[in-house]
């Protein structure tokens, strides 16, 4: 039967190189979204965004703090009455993402499907096209009036609950890969030491039979000489 200890032992090496594949997918998962926010202005994981409404344009349907859940979709199948979301080039709001239902489909002056979007809430369609690059996707899923994500939502975009979903986590995060890092670096002294503490056994060994380690080492090679002779002499 295994001793106690090394079961123990085994499955703290599990555990320790399950946390670390886990810590190591958060971390570039983390940093993939913060990459993706730098460059497109909004993140998308698995081909799904999500945004909230800041305005009431396109109430009663989407209420001010409304979640919005958007899926990557191709222009081409963007139909009338579809909610998407996109980057707007409207002046006002140029390089926002904004979230209008789809009033019009229709082609440039260079061939390429263009939508003509309107907020239900507007009286006017927003003055400039969604093009191609410009789209983000076909809005799959939102939150209702009242809706806890509502609530919930709010409070995590705001400044506290930035410190809530992304300081706090960061700091652990940090936290536990300094843990993780101190362990090992305390293993592997511990093994060092033992290393060391061989070493010294042995020299004393050696020191007891009245021998240096030069003097140890040609007796090794003499006997192993000798062995090798009787083997060669053996042979038929």
């Known amino acids: 039967m295994r001793p106690q200890g090394e079961k123990k032992k085994k499955c703290f090496k599990i555990l320790d190189r399950a946390s670390t594949v886990f810590l ?3 971390i570039c998962l983390c940093a993939a979204i913060a990459i993706q926010i730098q460059v497109k202005g909004y993140a998308s994981v698995f081909g799904f965004s999500a945004f909230r409404v800041v305005t009431g344009s396109m109430e009663p349907t989407l209420t001010v703090g409304s979640l919005v ?37 229709g082609t440039d002056a260079s061939g390429q499907r263009v939508l003509t979007t309107q907020g239900d809430a507007n009286t006017v369609a927003d003055a400039a096209y969604v093009t191609e690059q410009a789209l983000i996707g076909r809005v799959v899923w939102h939150s209702s009036e009242g809706n806890i994500l509502m609530s919930g939502l709010s409070v995590l975009t705001s400044k506290m609950g930035f410190l809530i979903c992304i300081a706090v986590p960061a ?36 020191e007891s039979a009245g021998l240096t380690p030069e003097e140890y080492q040609a007796m090794y090679e003499s006997i192993r000489q000798e062995l090798i002779e009787q083997l060669r002499g053996e042979e038929p």
């Open 69 to 105: 859940i958007a899926r990557q979709t191709d222009i081409g199948e963007i139909e009338v009455g579809d909610i998407v979301c996109f980057i707007s080039s409207d002046a006002a709001i140029q390089g926002y993402v904004n979230t209008h239902r789809v009033i019009a489909v």
């Open 171 to 206: 700091m652990i995060l940090l936290v536990l890969v300094m843990r993780l890092l101190m362990l090992r670096f305390r293993r592997e002294i511990d093994a060092l030491m033992r290393e060391i503490d061989e070493k010294e056994r042995e020299q004393k060994r050696l």
């Open 24 to 26: 190591a997918l958060v």
